[in-house]
C-alpha cells in the first residue's frame, strides 16, 4: 500500500477522531462547572476547591484512567502550612514504553472569595485556569478513545499554583526525571492569541527541541507554534511546567493569553462568558496533534538544561 496514502488515511481517521471527543459540547460542560459560583474561586484548601476536585475525580473515573504509582485514588495529598492540599492525577498507561511517561498538566485552583468586596467577589477563574483544565480532560478522553499512546500519560491537574506552583513543586519531589520524557502545560488559553486565529505560544521555545517537533507534527495543518512574545514577563518560570523543567524534564507551556494585556486577568470579571470556547477547541485540537509523535514514541524532545 502507498505510504502516502497510509499516512493520509491515518490522518483523515485522526481529524475525526479529534471531532468526536474535542467538540465544544464536551469543553463547555467543563468550563461552566469549574468555573461556576458554585466552585467558590477554587481557592487552594478552600470548599470550593474541593468540589472541583471531586469533579475532576469523577471525570477521571468516567473516562477510565488508572491511579498514579501507589496512590489508592486519584488524589495526591500533601501539607502546605498546615493546609490540606491535593494535586489529582490520572494515568493513561503506555504500551511497549509504559515506563517512560509524558506529563500533560494545568492548575486548577484560583483566587476565591474576597469576602470584603460588595456586590461579585467570586474569583472565578474561567480562562485562568479553568481553560487549561477543561484542556486536559478533553486530552485524557481523546487520547483514552484513540489507544494509539506508546508512552504512559500522566494527567494531572495542580493544586495552589496561585500560592508560588506549591503542587507542582511537591509532584516534582516524588520524581525521578529520569524516566519523564515531556510535560505539557496548558494555561489561559481562553483568548485568541496576537498571533491571530488558530495559534498558541510556547514559554521556553529554544530551551529544547520541543518546540520543533511540536511545529514538525502541526506542519500540514491549519496551526501553528509561536514562541512567548513576553519574555521580560519570565512566564518560563511562572507556570507549573517549572518545577519538572529545574529537573532537566522538556516542560513548557502552552497559552494564548498576555497577563500584562488581559484586562480580567486575576479579576472577577474572568467568567464563562468571557471566554472565546472555539479559540479553546483549536488549541486542543493543536495539542493533541502537535504531541502526538512525543506520546506515540517517535520522538524524544531533548532535556532542558538551566542555568539561572
Known amino acids: 500500500m502507498n505510504k502516502l496514502f497510509v499516512f493520509t488515511l491515518f490522518i483523515s481517521l485522526f481529524s475525526c477522531n479529534n471531532k468526536i471527543v474535542i467538540n465544544k459540547k464536551l469543553i463547555n460542560k467543563h468550563l461552566i462547572t469549574l468555573s461556576s459560583d458554585e466552585m467558590e474561586g477554587r481557592r487552594a484548601g478552600s470548599d470550593g476547591i474541593e468540589k472541583a476536585t471531586k469533579y475532576i475525580e469523577s471525570e477521571f473515573e468516567r473516562i477510565g484512567l488508572s491511579k498514579y504509582d501507589t496512590l489508592n485514588s486519584f488524589r495526591q495529598n500533601f501539607k502546605f502550612y498546615e493546609m490540606s492540599c491535593n494535586n489529582v492525577v490520572g494515568v493513561l498507561k503506555g504500551k511497549s514504553l509504559s515506563d517512560e511517561y509524558v506529563i500533560v498538566s494545568a492548575h486548577y485552583d484560583h483566587l476565591g472569595i474576597d469576602k470584603e468586596k460588595q456586590g461579585d467577589n467570586i474569583y472565578n477563574g474561567a480562562n485562568d485556569n479553568a481553560s487549561g483544565v477543561a484542556a486536559v480532560l478533553t486530552l485524557a478522553e481523546h487520547f ?138 483549536e488549541i486542543i485540537d493543536m495539542i493533541s496533534i502537535g504531541i502526538l509523535s512525543i506520546i506515540k514514541g517517535e520522538d524524544t524532545p531533548t532535556r532542558v538544561v538551566i542555568n539561572e
Not at 176 to 185: C, K, M, Q, R
Not at 253 to 273: R, W
Open 144 to 281: 483514552k478513545k484513540l489507544d494509539l499512546n506508546e508512552r504512559t500519560m500522566i494527567f494531572i491537574a495542580f493544586t495552589a499554583e496561585e500560592m508560588g506552583l506549591r503542587g507542582s513543586r511537591f509532584f516534582s519531589k516524588s520524581i525521578d526525571p529520569d524516566y519523564f520524557i515531556a510535560g505539557v502545560n496548558i494555561e489561559m488559553i481562553g483568548t485568541e492569541s496576537e498571533f491571530g486565529k488558530n495559534t498558541a505560544w510556547l514559554t521556553g521555545f529554544d530551551r529544547s527541541d520541543f518546540t520543533e517537533i511540536i511545529q514538525k507534527n502541526l506542519s500540514n495543518s491549519k496551526y501553528k507554534i509561536m514562541p512567548d512574545p513576553y519574555p521580560k514577563q519570565n512566564l518560563f518560570f511562572r507556570s507549573d511546567n517549572a518545577p519538572l523543567a529545574r529537573l532537566g524534564i522538556p516542560a513548557h507551556t502552552f497559552s494564548t493569553t498576555a497577563v500584562g494585556k488581559d484586562s480580567h486577568y486575576h479579576k472577577v470579571t474572568d467568567e464563562y462568558k468571557m471566554l472565546d470556547v472555539q479559540n479553546i477547541k
